[in-house]
């Protein structure tokens, strides 16, 4: 297993009216958080918060397919539509109110469920299961990226991000968050950077993704 301390490049927040962050997503221009009873996005550019979406339950992780939005509220998993902020549908999640990070690939949802360390595969439409991936670490966040598994855990003081294989949960990859830092929340920009919800800190981190060897063509 590769192992090292993760490299945070930034730190955005905390952010007025949003006391925590659970659940982190982007949607290739803004990185999306939850915070309790509102959706909130900022620019990761300027920093600054561009809008909300209230009035909705944002209790755990969050998740974008490339239109529309994926919420934890509870026992359930909201379908939004982020340019009017509706509830398009809803699904049970996969652990019953135990689920914590979730992310989108292969049209499915991957969720986490945190004190059960698993992430669960879903169908996205029924919620029904198509797999589950056992871990030995509390699940936080969840991302995909690159054909890349990703999660996050927070024990005490202690956070990680790991890399692991999608069909064993073998861990192949850590980075170790400083002491103190936690990570609620988990998703990559696609490029190099992984957005990290700081759970009760209020605040997102942007940590270095580790670059890879480019293959001759």
Known sequence: MKRKAAEIVREYGPFEGAAKVNGVTFDGKQVWFASGDKLNAFDPVSGKAVRSIDAVAAHAGTAFDGKHIYQIAEDKIQKIDPADGKVLATIPAPGGGGDSGMAWAEGALWVGNHRDRKIHQIDPTSGKLLSTIESNRLVTGVSWVD???????????????????????DVLEQLDMPEGVGVSGLESDGAGLFYCGGGSSGTVRAVRRPARAKTAA
């Open 147 to 169: 054909n890349e598994l990703w999660h996050g855990t927070w024990e005490g003081d202690k956070s990680e991000l790991r890399r692991i294989d999608p069909r064993t949960g």
